[in-house]
């Protein structure tokens, strides 16, 4: 596609179950990364993909979180045992090259109640 | 501890007028600055950019200045336009991060015409 995809877009779920939030990177972009936004904070960094190599995963905040990207494309984050913290919203960029090359999708809004 | 911090949440600034949005970071290794701009239930866009080595980049409309000495840079927008009211990022990277970027919280530009 044209742009960086999140999929769902909004997700409501109740503390303690899991969730699964997707990513499709524009297609070439070899740099994946997720942020999230909590209410009235910066973006935050979770996660980074490059290529290959081994993902960055110094930004995830507990072991309730991981991440992996399949084939070098599409990524899922998965939360665990969600929590009532963990309510952001969880923003997906992918890169060619560089910072300027970031491109973010729309995000996915989760409100864990 | 936020290594960056954009102290006003919101401006609001007549059209045709110069917004200028602030910034200021703490980590002294921080060489290249960014700042993207979101509307709502988008994801951020890159906006204009500056390398350390350098304290003004302009880029039509928007220029970036950079102080390293009083760890501070600015975003002036001029002349205003109603389609710039917007969440406007300030964002820093150091060699140290990688590729990561460290978001400020952000801060809403309202332009009235």
């Known amino acids: 596609g044209a742009g960086v995809s999140q999929s769902p877009s909004n997700k409501v779920t109740e503390k303690g179950k899991d969730v699964e939030l997707r990513c499709d990177p524009i297609s070439g972009h070899t740099a994946l990364y997720w942020y999230r936004q909590s209410l009235g904070q910066g973006l935050e960094f979770l996660i980074y993909f490059q290529g290959n190599s081994a993902p960055d995963k110094s930004g995830l905040p507990s072991d309730r979180f991981s991440a992996e990207r399949t084939g070098g494309s599409v990524s899922t984050l998965t939360i665990q045992r969600t929590q009532q913290e963990d309510s952001a919203v969880y923003l997906c960029?992918?890169?060619?090259?560089?910072?300027?090359?970031?491109?973010f999708g729309s995000g996915t809004r989760l409100t864990v109640v | 501890d936020q290594q960056v911090k954009q102290n006003s949440p919101s401006l609001s600034v007549q059209e045709g007028r110069i917004s200028i949005l602030n910034c200021d970071y703490t980590n002294s290794m921080f060489d290249y600055f960014l700042w993207y701009k979101k509307y709502p239930a988008e994801g951020p866009t890159f906006l204009i950019s500056i390398s350390s080595i350098k304290d003004k980049n302009e880029d039509g409309r928007f220029t970036v200045f950079l102080n390293k000495s009083a760890k501070h840079l600015s975003l002036h927008i001029v002349p205003s336009q109603p389609g710039d009211s917007a969440v406007y990022f300030c964002a820093a990277s150091a060699m140290e991060y990688g590729n990561k970027l460290v978001f400020g919280a952000g801060t809403i530009l309202r332009v009235k015409s």
């Open positions: 960029a992918s890169s060619r090259s560089g910072f300027d090359g970031y491109t």
